[in-house]
T-cell receptor
Framework: GDSVTQMEGPVTLSEEAFLTINCTYTATGYPSLFWYVQYPGEGLQLLLKATKADDKGSNKGFEATYRKETTSFHLEKGSVQVSDSAVYFC????????????FGKGTKLSVKP | SQTIHQWPATLVQPVGSPLSLECTVE??????LYWYRQAAGRGLQLLFY??????ISSEVPQNLSASRPQDRQFILSSKKLLLSDSGFYLC????????????FGSGTQLSVL
């Protein structure tokens, strides 16, 4: 069945370091892909999304490109800040089910000053 | 603006006791409503979704049930909790239609002892 695999955490970086959180997926058809973020004490919120191959989603300095050939949607940011410390979830939506999402396990990011 | 409320934030319950988690949405009408769970070491898993009052779809067989007594109220219940019901529960809503993004509540950390 459809699934999402993202890199294990936790990830600890220094401020201004480059971030990559890997995400690969298995899906029939052509899913839409998402990154959600959960900041400490808050609910999950959508960070960015891409709906078709080669689309690039971007928001708050984060980017991810929908790579159909490698079935990947890696999250990147050129220079992380302490405020980026959160748990990041990669997800895909499978067809015909009212926008239901399949999530990865989440990757906890801690950014040190 | 739309808001979603979920409570309680944390809950510790003995095995065999009942459960009731409540979620309400404000500022929108006829939303799709969802209950997700994240068990330790696993990704978020869709438990139930609802497209209208009294309409509940279950994604996985389990010890839990859901009800939607009002348009913007979604309740997650159990008659007798199991140890395996421990986890982080998230309520979410989306507008009707396919591939609409989800808006999440802040979650309930349930520990069954």
């Amino acid at each position: 069945g459809d699934s999402v695999t993202q890199m294990e955490g936790p990830v600890t970086l220094s401020e201004e370091a480059f971030l990559t959180i890997n995400c690969t997926y298995t899906a029939t058809g052509y899913p839409s892909l998402f990154w959600y973020v959960q900041y400490p004490g808050e609910g999950l919120q959508l960070l960015l999304k891409a709906t078709k191959a080669d689309d690039k989603g971007s928001n708050k300095g984060f980017e991810a490109t929908y790579r159909k050939e490698t079935t990947s949607f890696h999250l990147e940011k050129g220079s992380v800040q302490v405020s980026d410390s959160a748990v990041y979830f990669c997800a895909l939506v499978y067809g015909g089910s009212q926008g239901n999402l399949i999530f990865g396990k989440g990757t906890k990011l801690s950014v040190k000053p | 603006s739309q808001t979603i409320h979920q409570w309680p934030a944390t809950l510790v319950q003995p095995v065999g006791s009942p459960l009731s988690l409540e979620c309400t949405v404000e500022g929108t009408s006829n939303p799709n409503l969802y209950w997700y769970r994240q068990a330790a070491g696993r990704g978020l898993q869709l438990l139930f979704y609802s497209v209208g009052i009294g309409q509940i779809s279950s994604e996985v067989p389990q010890n839990l049930s859901a009800s939607r007594p009002q348009d913007r109220q979604f309740i997650l219940s159990s008659k007798k909790l199991l140890l395996s019901d421990s986890g982080f529960y998230l309520c979410a809503w989306s507008r009707t239609g396919f591939n609409e993004k989800l808006f999440f509540g802040s979650g309930t950390q349930l520990s069954v002892l």
